[in-house]
């Protein structure tokens, strides 16, 4: 009989309570809930309750959580991380005790952070760490390089509709989020998403293109990324990269790339605040086949996955179409089952999380260096501001240039673990922004603040493909 691993369940915010809890009490053959970790006390209590977890099993940090295993007054054998976006200090202090680690993406913001963690598990000789992506483990995803090898694909197009937070998590009966830590506290953590948004999206990165970074890429195409690095392994060369409507952030996202054999790729994520429902589509076409997997968002629950296969045999289509035995989120607990229990290696770990921050940071920069800028400061630049500031006369006012208004949003600055976007700024565009709780609602800090861009500027980010000629002002 499998052994039951007690899990700490490290961040009770949306994803742990829409995904992961669910899971665990579902799997009680394989799991039980040891220990819950959040900063807040207020969600903390209701979930904890939501959960039937009494209070002694609850703790504010993973320092304290970290005390109790070293009293022996709690036995953990894993954890799942799903706080924000700073894993880093709380993941290596539990890499540290020897615990097997589930992460909800991202990883980290940067390359660097990321480093942290791959170095350790190098000096350490040990992977415990695994990435939070279900659809890597979805059983139709599993089922698709059996039915068309990687040496016949001709496309691989993979396109996801993300609505805004109702459609994804209306039906999970996800607690009151609060995040009731002294300002002190916050402010602190704050500076420190900050600090960590702006070391991987570049020094001179704008708002927006923080945005786009955290909200469109980080929390979006990672997962495009994840599933196929699942079926075919990751995108090899970029070859083009769109964001549109201009100035809508996140907008849509539209990536072309190649594989190692040189079968080409297509991603396509929107964020539609007001679509219907969320819906996946991963479609494979090879001379003789066409594949198609439709996927659920794990917060649905059990629902299963598709997978429709068409071929033409002796002059006849025949199709064939499978269901999965389990949902994707269950199926990663079981494979995360057997990560800790028989060292089963991940899809996706440390080294997967570095090259796919290095490759969606390589997007962005596409995307803005399509707008006539850098991502990295200018030295001349700095070195001019330097130089004025020098030969001001004492006394004299420091004149400060106006920044950009604030910038036009499919949602919120604040960067978030849950995939839901949740506050929305005005577009600037013909789009509504739908009623989502404002930054200061959230549990969330917000990101930081908006870079001023050139005086000649638009504000708008304009893609590779939709560069329009100057017009002449006499004509």
């Not at 040990?126 to 139709?140: K, N």
């Not at 075919?232 to 996202?253: D, H, M, N, T």
Request: charged share 25%; no cysteine; net charge negative.
């Amino acid at each position: 009989m499998p052994k039951i691993v007690n899990i700490a369940v490290i961040g009770a915010g949306t994803m742990a309570q829409a995904v992961h809890l669910p899971v665990l009490r579902r799997r009680w053959d394989r799991f039980s809930i040891a220990a819950l970790v959040d900063h807040s006390e207020r969600r903390r209590r209701e979930s904890a309750e939501s959960w039937g977890l009494p209070e002694e099993k609850r703790y504010e940090d993973v320092a304290a959580l970290i005390a109790a295993i070293r009293a022996r007054t709690v036995t953990i054998d894993a954890a799942v991380l799903s706080t924000d976006g700073l894993h880093v200090e709380d993941l290596l202090a539990l890499l540290r005790r020897g615990i097997p680690v589930l992460v909800e993406p991202p990883l980290g913001y940067s390359a660097e952070e990321i480093d942290r963690v791959v170095e350790f598990e190098r000096l350490t000789g040990r992977s415990l760490v695994m990435m939070a992506y279900p659809q890597q483990y979805d059983e139709s995803v599993a089922r698709i390089a059996e039915q068309i090898a990687v040496k016949d694909v001709r496309m691989v197009d993979h396109e996801v509709l993300m609505p805004a937070s109702q459609p994804l998590f209306g039906g999970a009966h996800v607690t009151t989020s609060a995040y009731d830590l002294p300002s002190e506290v916050r402010a602190e953590r704050r500076n420190a998403l900050q600090a960590a948004v702006k070391a991987g999206s570049g020094e001179a990165a704008t708002q927006r293109d923080r945005d786009l970074y955290v909200k469109g890429l980080l929390t979006g195409v990672a997962h495009q990324m994840a599933v196929l690095e699942a079926v075919y392994g990751p995108i090899a060369r970029l070859s083009a990269v769109r964001q549109w409507p201009k100035g809508v952030i996140p907008g849509s996202l539209e990536i072309l790339g190649e594989l190692e054999g040189g079968a080409h790729v297509r991603l396509v994520w929107h964020y539609l605040p007001f679509a219907p429902e969320y819906a996946e589509r991963f479609s494979v076409l090879s001379a003789r086949r066409r594949l198609l997997v439709e996927l659920h968002a794990p917060s649905h629950g059990d629902r299963r996955s598709t997978l429709s296969l068409r071929e033409k045999k002796s002059g006849v289509v025949q199709e064939l179409e499978t269901v999965a035995g389990l949902g994707s989120a269950e199926a990663m607990w079981e494979a995360f089952h057997r990560f800790v229990e028989k060292g089963e290696a991940p899809i996706a770990g440390t080294r997967s999380a570095l090259a796919q921050v290095t490759l969606l940071r390589e997007v962005l920069a596409a995307v803005v260096e399509a707008d006539g800028r850098s991502l990295e400061a200018d030295p001349e630049e700095e070195l001019t501001a330097e130089e004025s500031v020098a030969e001001r006369p004492a006394g004299a006012p420091v004149v400060v240039a106006d920044s950009d208004p604030a910038p036009d949003s499919d949602s919120d600055p604040a960067p978030e673990s849950d995939p839901a976007p949740r506050a929305e700024a005005a577009p600037a565009s013909d789009e509504p922004a739908p009623s989502e709780p404002s930054p200061a609602d959230t549990d969330e800090p917000a990101a930081p603040a908006a870079a001023p861009l050139p005086p000649e500027h638009t504000g708008e980010i304009v893609d590779v493909w939709s560069v329009e000629e100057p017009r002449d002002p006499t004509r």
